[in-house]
């Protein structure tokens, strides 16, 4: 289902990503009616999400002083207002929305840019085990504001021209903002007339355990979570027509995903989506994800936004445009700070 | 394949009732006493970048990874780590300087406030951050998670790190939690504390009983020691695994968590 705005939901104050997520929520339930006496679980991937202007102005602002925070001024604030420190505690969203869907598995992972894979990965495997029927699985983030670009450009990871990942003049990303909620069941409690989008049929996460803001110059880290979701999925590198980087136009970051995909899957097909989305940080993996889907049955491999004249020095296989292929498997990779990543294998509807 | 055993092998305990087996003495809300970074085995130099939560957490996985006969043999991509964490969201302490530069204009904000915020505002905060320094200090470079799911953020680690071993994706799992709210009692409403605990867990032996470990009542160690938010339940599991000594290793079900 496609929104053009999605209101703020008063559940939620100040609370973007919660609005979000509640929205794209309830367009995978579809109303809920085929959960019906199902043990549902509610996987959710979030975000530091930061300060917000709101934030800033009421619970910071009045009580800064040239030598620090007057914390005696602010706790005196909380205190007042029990309400302003508990509106960005992640697992809130996850803790409402569970509870209006009586989910009785809820998790939020807070695994950087990798959340909402990792979320969906737990689901999957959660589904797999018999531990739910049904599981809502994905991820929502918004650093739309002052204090979340001050967090990326105080790292020198803000593009300050546009997303072009892979271009040989790439210099970082744009935030975007965004949520996705997938339905996950198992294929033998399908009904008839029950629609598939795709199959999860593997995934694989890794650590780099090298630095928690710069990933591993070979991939490795990222090489090891591909390999991973290959070998889960029972799949040989061959097997896998396109890959969905994670791809965001960060001069080194690109270069380790690209050694690393080469290096795990050979010339399979590469492209990113977030020259065209920006990078949606915690919700990044479910939102591309869901985008993926609509590969299937396309008749078309993605190309990449943004991208004008590819590196090079790259090794993998880059799709600047799109390209005719059919899609049987795909992986979509999701990688972030703290050295987390996770790579997915999607099979197609028909497969 | 049907899941396999998994087995306690260690545990490391950061709680203000102390450190280790000194923990289980009497229990007063409040900080871990005496706990030293440095002397806890936290890198040095990392330090500045690490709230206290991350060096609790941080000096209690490489507590138990001490306390774990072996781990060194089993290869780093076979070595998972699960974390429960809370959001840390940088320090706001290094934003004051800006804020009062700013003085409510936002153009002076941008112009004065920005250059006045330590470049290492966001990695500070990030909330993973015990896993990545972690998973760095020790070579863990196998499946992993981290969740803030307040409270119940450690205990949701544990249980994935259980289904971890029990289905194969690792052969060592450290899994706990750390948190540190010493001094947010007016936000939490009550008495606050600290701690951080991690347990080392390994295949079992074939034959071994898929047996459940117990877990402390989450109202028994608030009332204990405070609010502790996400290391709430590994520093109850950790304790009462600590109590039993160390022969006296449980094994632990695979499928009871969830």
């Given at each position: 289902m496609a929104r053009a705005t999605v209101p703020d939901d008063p559940r939620f104050p100040d609370d973007r990503k919660g609005s979000l997520a509640a929205a794209v929520l309830d367009d995978a339930r579809g109303?809920?009616?085929?959960?019906?006496?199902?043990?549902?679980?509610?996987?959710?991937?979030?975000?530091l999400s930061s300060l917000t202007p709101a934030e800033l102005a009421i619970d910071l602002y009045p009580h800064a002083r040239a030598a620090g925070f007057d914390r005696d001024a602010m706790a005196r604030d909380l205190a007042r207002d029990r309400a302003s420190p508990r509106r960005h505690q992640p697992e809130r969203v996850t803790e409402v929305l569970?509870?209006?869907?009586?989910?009785?598995?809820?998790?939020?992972?807070?695994?950087?840019?990798?959340?909402?894979?990792?979320?969906?990965l737990q689901g999957a495997r959660a589904v797999a085990r018999g531990d739910v029927d049904v599981a809502y699985v994905g991820g929502h983030d918004s650093m739309l504001h002052p204090i979340g670009y001050l967090s990326f450009v105080v790292l020198g990871a803000l593009s300050p021209t546009v997303g072009r990942p892979f271009d040989r003049h790439r210099d970082g990303f744009l935030i975007g903002e965004g949520a996705a909620v997938l339905r996950l069941q198992r294929e033998g409690d399908l009904r008839a007339g029950d629609a598939v989008l795709g199959w999860i049929v593997g995934g694989g996460t890794s650590v780099d355990a090298y630095n928690v803001t710069h990933p591993h110059p070979e991939g490795l880290g990222a090489g090891l979570a591909m390999a991973r979701a290959l070998r889960d999925a029972s799949l040989e590198p061959g097997d896998i027509d396109y890959v969905n980087a994670h791809g965001t136009g960060t001069p080194v970051g690109d270069e380790a995903?690209?050694?690393?995909?080469?290096?795990?899957?050979?010339?399979?097909?590469?492209?990113?989506f977030k020259g065209a989305v920006g990078h949606t940080i915690a919700a990044a993996g479910a939102v591309e994800l869901a985008l993926c889907l609509g590969i299937f049955g396309s008749g078309f491999l993605p190309g990449t936004p943004g991208l004008e004249e590819v590196d090079p020095n790259l090794p993998a296989r880059i799709l600047r445009d799109p390209t005719p292929g059919r899609v049987r498997h795909l992986l979509s990779n999701s990688f972030g700070f703290g050295g987390q990543n996770c790579a997915l294998v999607v099979a197609a509807p028909d497969v | 394949m049907s899941p396999r055993p998994v087995r306690i092998v260690a545990a490391s305990l950061f709680c203000p009732a102390g450190i280790g087996n000194m923990g289980l003495g009497p229990a007063v809300p409040g900080a871990v006493p005496g706990f030293d970074p440095i002397a806890c085995g936290v890198p040095r130099k990392h330090l500045k970048t690490?709230?206290?939560?991350?060096?609790?957490?941080?000096?209690?996985?490489?507590?138990?990874?001490?306390e774990a006969p072996g781990w060194q043999t089993i290869p780093p991509e076979r070595r998972g780590l699960f974390v429960g964490a809370s959001p840390q969201s940088g320090d706001a302490e290094d934003l004051a300087s800006a804020l009062k530069a700013a003085d409510g204009d936002p153009g002076k904000f941008a112009r004065d406030g920005v250059p006045l915020i330590p470049p290492l505002w966001l990695v500070k905060g990030l909330s993973n951050n015990?896993?990545?320094?972690?998973?760095a200090q020790h070579d863990l470079r196998g499946d992993n998670g981290n969740w803030c799911d307040g409270a119940l953020g450690g205990a949701i680690a544990l249980a994935q790190a259980v289904h971890a071993v029990a289905e194969r994706r690792v052969d060592l799992a450290i899994a706990g939690g750390a948190d540190s709210l010493?001094?947010?009692e007016a936000m939490v409403g009550g008495p606050c504390g600290e701690g951080a605990a991690f347990v080392v867990l390994m295949a079992g032996e074939r034959g071994d009983a898929l047996a459940t470990a117990g877990l402390p009542s989450e109202a028994g160690i608030e009332h204990d020691f405070g609010e502790m938010g996400a290391a709430a339940v590994p520093v109850a599991w950790a304790r009462a695994w600590l109590a039993r000594g160390p022969v006296d290793v449980g094994g632990v079900s695979g499928r009871r968590w969830s």
């Open positions: 109303g809920g009616r085929g959960d019906d006496g199902a043990r549902i679980g509610l996987f959710l991937g979030t975000g569970g509870a209006q869907i009586g989910a009785i598995v809820r998790e939020t992972s807070f695994s950087a840019c990798s959340a909402a894979a990792q979320s969906i995903e690209c050694l690393a995909v080469h290096r795990v899957l050979g010339d399979a097909p590469v492209s990113s | 690490m709230t206290r939560a991350v060096q609790l957490g941080v000096a209690a996985v490489a507590a138990a990874l001490a015990v896993l990545g320094y972690a998973s010493v001094g947010a």
